[in-house]
């Protein structure tokens, strides 16, 4: 059984890089083994138990699948529209739950539709607070330290998850939340008042609490106390100049962890950096994950990218195997300084396929902008793209970029400055993607700072219109 949540027995020395080294740094192909009778275990337990998935695999030989290879190739994904439509069809959990000691429910944020929601038993919990833990201290964080949970604590199971990490270990939990007035300025003055060690909120966010702090006259680098700084929910983290910049506003010394994948997967945390901040590792053992080609559902190589696809092995309440994430990355296999065998995303979740823009051939993410506008002296950290047709109805792509303060006086004093400032931009997106933008400029503070995920796309295609309409978007 599973330890209690709030269970501070058998931890590891905290001086210990591991939690379990034999587990986390076995060869790849001796966790194959393993990780293939979980999967044959949870199949069996799936079609047994779920009136779903007892018509998915009733003509699938379960016994036949004797490595991952079959798993991909036998057995169909799950996806959103399965999901919303079972729960839609027969509420409110559809038919692929597998019994009734629900004792949690999640559900996810909404991105792209309406929430799902996700239930759990208490002995998943559980669960899920030894896997938080396991991985938590893979990036450093030990029993005794603080930590600022600086997220909604809603369905939203990104607060819930590190929560239940946090308790694992015998943290000191300092639950902070987001989104209402006046939060982000009262978890200032908590940071300020508790010095806690770690930190965890949406990329967003945690740049809008580092700004707000500056605002308020803190100096971060000696009033705050943060050692490591995570996040989840949305690109960001892994990008080099994201680290950067929050290590500029809190000392080098500072790690800066990406982590998580989905509500869908939990426990969401098993994409996650180590210590080294060298790629988000796959903890395959908790959850299998592949990537395959969104056009054919192909498992891709090594060095390829795909779309994430999650098998949590330890569920058993509600079972969705080979979720379909519409998350986006590229994995490799290299060794990692932390001898952890895992494959990794080198460089993290950095968009999703529906929020992919293609214009004049170029495949555009958001995450892509952010990176190139880190690069500019004026950026002050938001941005919108615009989408339109014009009158050939051609594609055009616009963006909205905030600048900053100093670059904002300087075309105050003398207008003319606007357009090297947008010329300077223009050249920066030409060099990194090949294509000609249209930019326009815009004062400190003006664009929204999003408490949660940030929303930087505004299509007005009228294509994008017809297509919202008929997804009820």
């Known amino acids: 059984m599973p330890h209690s949540i709030f269970s501070k027995e058998t931890l590891p020395d905290p001086n210990q890089q591991w939690w379990d080294r034999t587990s986390e740094c076995m060869k790849p192909e001796e966790r194959e083994k393993i990780i293939v009778k979980k999967i044959r275990f949870l199949l069996r337990h799936a079609y047994e138990n779920t009136a779903y998935y007892h018509e998915v695999l009733k003509n699938i030989d379960i016994d036949s699948i004797k490595d991952l290879e079959d798993f991909s190739k036998k057995v169909p994904i799950t996806t959103k529209a399965i999901l919303r439509e079972e729960q839609v069809k027969y ?51 030990r029993p005794g330290m603080r930590i600022m949970i600086a997220a909604l604590f809603t369905l939203y199971a990104g607060s819930w998850g590190v929560y239940l990490g946090a308790s694992r270990l015998g943290l000191g939990i300092l639950p902070v939340g987001a989104g209402l007035p006046g939060m982000t300025k009262q978890a200032v003055r908590v940071a300020s008042d508790w010095r806690p060690e770690v930190l965890y909120g ?112 330890g569920r058993r309440l509600y ?46 993410l958001p995450s892509f902008i952010q990176e190139i506008l880190e690069k500019s002296k004026h950026y002050n950290g938001e941005f919108r793209i615009i989408l339109s047709r014009d009158k050939r109805e051609a594609d055009v792509l616009r963006l909205i970029v905030e600048i900053s303060e ?68």
């Open 406 to 473: 100093d670059s904002w006086r300087i075309i105050e004093k003398d207008r003319s400055q606007a357009e090297k400032v947008e010329s300077e931009i223009r050249k920066l997106v030409r060099d990194h993607l090949g294509i000609n933008v249209a930019v326009g400029l815009t004062s400190p503070g003006s664009l929204e700072r999003y408490m949660h995920k940030a929303k930087r796309i505004v299509d007005e295609r009228d294509i994008y219109k017809e297509l919202s309409s008929i997804r009820g978007r």
């Open 91 to 141: 509420p409110p959990y559809g038919r692929l739950i597998a019994g009734n000691d629900m004792a949690f429910v999640m559900a996810s944020s909404g991105t792209t539709g309406k929430p799902t929601y996700i239930p759990f038993s208490g002995e998943e919990m559980a669960f899920f607070a030894d896997a938080h833990a396991r991985i938590m201290w893979s990036f450093g964080v």
């Open 319 to 364: 079972p969705l195997i080979r979720y379909y994430s519409g998350d986006l990355s590229m994995w490799i296999n290299d060794p990692c300084p932390c001898e952890r065998t895992y494959p990794r995303l080198p460089k993290g979740i950095y968009g999703r396929v529906d929020d992919m823009i293609i214009v004049k051939g170029v495949k555009i």
């Open 202 to 313: 949406t990329p967003s966010y945690i740049l809008h609490f580092l700004e707000t702090a500056r605002e308020e006259g803190v100096d971060l680098k000696r009033d705050f106390g943060f050692k490591i700084v995570f996040g989840s929910g949305e690109p960001g983290l892994s990008l080099p100049s994201v680290k950067r910049r929050i290590k500029s506003y809190l000392g080098d010394h500072v790690r800066v962890i990406d982590t998580g994948s989905m509500v869908e997967a939990m426990p969401w945390m098993t994409n996650a950096e180590c210590s080294f901040e060298s790629g988000m590792h796959l903890w395959q053992d908790i959850v299998y994950t592949e990537l395959i080609d969104p056009e054919d559902n192909e498992l891709v190589q090594y060095g390829e990218e795909g779309v994430l696809t999650y098998t949590s092995l």
